[in-house]
């Protein structure tokens, strides 16, 4: 296992991302939206999922739509999983990465669709606001945390820091955040990145309605740039602070 060594995290609570998470059942999965082939959501051309629901709730996420556990929707986790695998082959994407909302509050669901994701030869990308030794140490006893672990090749850990950006990794959102090759699919990457860093990516998507989609890494001033005459976007924040980095989805 490669891991990217990130600083100790200053200035934020000390219980950030270290309260263990209810175990739920996996059966059904909560979940907001599904992209079957991105370029900004981690290594290569990838699928990209976000769930519904997160109990970190780092202060200054971007999506803090997503941590309700009553919105987005309901659906049996072994379909939508079959359907997800197949819609990714389509795309020819390489892998799926799994945001959200926070992926091991619904650990079992999503275990079952990285599962799925590995047998069919791809790879798994998994983002968590939980720190991989409070993840370790609750698969001790939590076969669900144990089997989502297993099944992820690629790991982001540790809550977002707004005061802590972090303007040379790609992917991440603060430089208390590790970057964690669980096997060895993409210990290379990590390596490559530990060296040299890289660069994030934004992708603008543009309905037919004119609602704009957004999602993967920008700071304030590449987005207004960017999303400049293009209208309103439905999912905006109100206000961030010059500078920071935020994650769009």
Known sequence: MTLLETPRMRGASPALGTV???????GELRWSRFLPATTAEGPGLRAALWVQGCSVRCPGCFNPQLWAETGGRLENTADLAASWVTDALGAHAQGI???????????????TVAEAF??????????????????????????????????TD????????RDQPDAVR????????????LTPVYADEVARIEQNG?????????????????NGWADDAALEQLL??????QDRPQSHR????ARLA
Do not use: C
């Not at 990465?97 to 275990?111: H, I, K, V």
């Not at 690629?154 to 820091?161: S, T």
């Not at 790609?170 to 090759?181: K, V």
């Not at 010059?242 to 980095?245: D, F, T, V, Y």
């Open 118 to 151: 590995r047998a069919a030869g791809l790879s798994v990308m998994t983002f968590s606001g939980y720190p991989l030794e409070r993840l370790t140490e609750w698969s001790a006893a939590r076969v669900d945390v144990a089997r989502l672990l297993a099944a």
């Open 154 to 161: 690629l790991l982001i850990d540790g809550p977002y820091l």
């Open 97 to 111: 990465t799994l945001l959200g909302g926070e992926p091991f509050d619904q650990a079992e669901g999503l275990a």
């Open 228 to 233: 400049h005459d293009l209208g309103p976007r």
């Open 20 to 26: 263990e998470p209810t175990e739920r059942p996996g």
């Open 170 to 181: 790609p992917w991440l959102g603060s430089t208390n955040q590790g970057i964690r090759a």
């Open 242 to 245: 010059p500078g920071m980095k």
């Open 198 to 214: 890289g660069l994030d990516r934004l992708e603008i998507r543009i309905r037919p309605d004119g609602q704009i989609d957004v």
